[in-house]
C-alpha cells in the first residue's frame, strides 16, 4: 500500500522531541547510611562491621565517581581511608578503629555540599590492667571504731578507663572487719567498703585484690588504730 504523505513539520516535531527529551547530567543530591551504624566495641579495636554509605542522583540512582570523606571526631579514633570514591552501586566504605577513650565516639561523612551524615558507635573498656586507691588511705581512729572514710579503689584498663563489674576483695592483718568482704566496681570503676578497725593499736595493713583476672593485682592501704 501507498504510504500517507506526511507534512514537511511532522519530521521536525519528532526530532524536537527527541532532543528535548535527553535526560539532565547526574548529580549527587543524596547520601544515605546503609551499614555499620550504632556498632559497639573494645576501646582502640575495629569495629566488625564497615560503615558503609551510599550516594544517589536527582532521580534516586546510585551515583558512581563521587568523592566521600569520612571524618572521626577528636579522640574518635581512626579510619582505614580519610577519602572514598563511590563504586558503580555508589557505595563507599570504611573500617573504624575506635578511639581509647570509652564512651560514644562519632563520625562525620560528608559528600560536597551535601548534608553530613553523623555516625556513631560505643567503646566499651579493655580488661582490667590496673586497681589503685582513690580514698581512705592513711586514716587514724580509736581501736575497734569504723573509719569515718570509706576505702576506695578504681579499676582501670590500659588506657585508663574504669572497668565496671570486676570484684575485689577485702582483707587485712589486724582483725578487723569489713561491711562485706567483696565488692563490685561501678560504672566508673570503682570499688568500695567502710572498715572497722582490730583490736590492736598501731598501723594495720588492708590489701584490695582484684580477682578474676590473669595476673593477681592489689592494692594497700595503711590505717592507724589509736
Known sequence: PTPEPREPGQLLVIAAACKDS??????????????GSAQTAVVGTSLAAPVVVKVTDQSGNALAGVAVMFSPATSSGSVSAAQVTTDSNGSAQVLWTLGTVAGTDSMTVTVGTLSP??????????????????????????????????LAVKVADQYGNGVPNATVQWSDDA?????????????????????????????EDVVATLLNVATPMSASFVEIGN
Do not use: K
Not at 535527553?22 to 551499614?35: E, K, Q, R, Y
Not at 582483725?175 to 567502710?194: E, L, S, Y
Open 22 to 35: 535527553t535526560a539532565p547530567t547526574p548529580v549527587a543530591t543524596a547520601v544515605a547510611l546503609v551499614g
Open 117 to 150: 551524615l553523623a555516625v556513631v558507635a560505643t567503646a566499651t573498656p579493655d580488661a582490667p590492667a590496673a586497681i589503685t586507691i582513690v580514698a581512705g588511705n592513711d586514716q587514724s581512729a580509736p581501736v575497734d571504731s569504723t573509719l569515718s572514710a570509706g
Open 175 to 203: 582483725g578487723g572487719t569489713f561491711a562485706t568482704p567483696t565488692t563490685v566496681t561501678d560504672a566508673n570503676g570503682i570499688a568500695q567498703v567502710g572498715y572497722t578497725l582490730g583490736p590492736t593499736a598501731g598501723p
